[in-house]
């Protein structure tokens, strides 16, 4: 995964639409979904469980929720998405019911370290910095996808001198269009202005309003906001740049083995399956749950 604004008076109803009405910023805990309710505990992956989260019965998952459809959250504020699924999946497979703590996407791999969450999921982008703090359990490949004003030509490797709205702390913030704005300025051309947002509901709408020429994000949350505006926003040109998403977990953790053993678990049941195709992202599933796949290729 990868400043918010103030949106005018006549805008607010669009934003709405899209968020959901519903405040971001509010703490919240829930227990599996109905979609993990089915699924049954896997004994070797319960085998491999650190003694004191075994003995507490939670799973602590850290996790932003503002990046539908991956992780958001629903009308009363609770997590949803088919990240969080796959979340409540794992600790189902381990026996385990889950928490979720809602916090700020650069904040989790805080808490993980720190030992306040277990996991995170958040989208989280598999890369070897990330894997200098944490280990990644790896679930899915997913690509990067601009969308523009449908109509608008916008060309993701010719986007010197344009906008372009992110959800902060993503990969497109940090490395995609630093690295293209660096680009432009070595050829003598404009940098890329990056306007960065807490939410991608946030990112959506300032390309919407006319704030920016294109959004970059995940393909699938990418076409999820596409399908939100009513024929506003289109693909501009194809996915790109396709790298695994991870589970975190603190560095050299039991615990690490414990989730990539029940995610393995889910693959071979076809619980894991079906989530995504639940959600329309079975294009980036994995037949083989995979530990730092950055490092270990």
């Known amino acids: 995964m990868r400043a918010r604004y103030i949106v005018p008076a006549f ?4 934003v709405l639409l899209l968020t959901g009405c519903v405040d971001n910023s509010t703490p919240t805990a829930t227990t599996p979904a109905d979609a993990a309710s089915t699924i049954e505990a896997d004994a070797a992956a319960v085998a491999l469980l650190p003694e004191d989260i075994k003995s507490a019965g939670v799973l602590i998952v850290g996790t ?6 991956n992780e958001f959250k629903d009308q009363s504020g609770a997590p949803i998405g088919w990240g969080i699924e796959l979340a409540d999946g794992i600790a189902a497979k381990l026996g385990l019911t889950t928490e979720y703590q809602i916090a700020s996407f650069d904040n989790i791999i805080p808490s993980i370290t720190g030992g306040t969450v277990d ?9 070897l910095e990330r894997e200098k703090q944490v280990d990644f359990v790896n ?23 344009m906008t372009v709205a992110v959800q902060d702390n993503t990969v497109q913030d940090t490395d995609e269009l630093p690295a293209k704005s660096a ?4 050829a003598g051309l404009e940098k890329i202005e990056v306007l960065p947002y807490g939410s991608q509901d946030e990112a959506t709408n300032a390309v919407i309003l006319g704030k920016a020429d294109a959004l970059s994000a995940d393909s699938p949350v990418t076409l999820y906001a596409i399908s939100k505006t ?11 740049d396709t790298a695994p998403y991870g589970i975190t977990v603190d560095k050299g953790s039991e615990l690490t083995k414990a989730v990539q053993a029940a995610l393995q678990s889910m693959v071979d ?10 959600w329309g ?14 490092s270990n290729g």
């Open 139 to 161: 679930y899915y490949n997913a690509g990067i996808l601009w969308a523009a004003p449908t109509g608008s030509t916008v060309d993701p490797d010719n986007a010197c001198g």
């Open 119 to 127: 996991i995170g999921e958040s989208s989280f982008t598999d890369n």
């Open 11 to 14: 805008a607010a109803v669009g």
């Open 64 to 69: 932003d929720a503002a990046y539908p459809p």
């Open 281 to 294: 992202v079975t294009d980036g599933g994995i037949d083989t749950i995979t530990i730092n796949a950055a």
């Open 269 to 278: 049941d076809g619980s894991y399956g079906k989530i995504l195709d639940a």
């Open 230 to 240: 009513d024929g506003k926003l289109a693909p501009a040109g194809e996915s790109f």
């Open 183 to 186: 680009a432009c300025v070595a």
